[in-house]
């Protein structure tokens, strides 16, 4: 089954370079620039954040179900909105924090690396099969479903996608 996974649309510039994950705010439809997809589909996903439900709707797809599995890591909040300069400057910050993935992650999240795999493989284990699909959601929620299907990571800019093939 061919997956499409598509970035959401850019949020206002005050938002780029911010660890924005569950919260919800709208793209910037003045930085919003139109894209083609390679293919239609049968179904269409999207995380439930407007950012992603916006960025479908001003591409022209009004049928596509949202699912809450597909937002962002959730931060905690301290740093949620706030840029990495802004968390270097903070009192608790210790740049042994970024020796691992894991670490950091640990540091910045609100929702444990097992938790946040465990939603998006829920949400892959669920996908129809033989369809072809087009999921609408986040950086790191994109990257997480690539690397449960073991395929090569790719940090995708707003309005950027690849496509994946689920066996």
Not at 7 to 14: F, G
Not at 57 to 85: C, H, I, M, N
Request: hydrophobic share 35%.
């Amino acid at each position: 089954m061919p997956l499409t996974l598509l970035r959401h649309a850019p949020p206002p510039l005050a938002y780029h370079g911010r660890y924005i994950g569950h919260t919800d705010i709208p793209i910037d439809s003045e930085l919003f620039a139109p894209i083609t997809l390679p293919l239609t589909y049968d179904v269409i996903y999207s995380s439930d954040l407007r950012r992603c439900t916006q960025t479908l709707e001003q591409l022209g797809y009004q049928d596509f179900q949202t699912d809450e599995r597909l937002r962002e890591v959730r931060f905690k909040a301290p740093f949620e909105g706030k840029s990495f300069d802004e968390i270097e400057r903070m009192e608790e910050y210790d740049s042994s924090f970024l020796e691992s993935q894991e670490r950091w992650h640990s540091f910045v999240c609100d929702e444990s690396v097992k938790e946040f795999r465990g939603r998006i493989a829920s949400f892959l284990d669920d996908l129809p099969p033989e369809q072809n699909i087009l999921v609408c959601a986040h950086g790191g929620t994109i990257a997480e479903i690539l690397s449960l299907l073991n395929a090569p990571i790719k940090k995708l800019n707003y309005l950027e996608y690849t496509i994946v093939t689920i066996k």
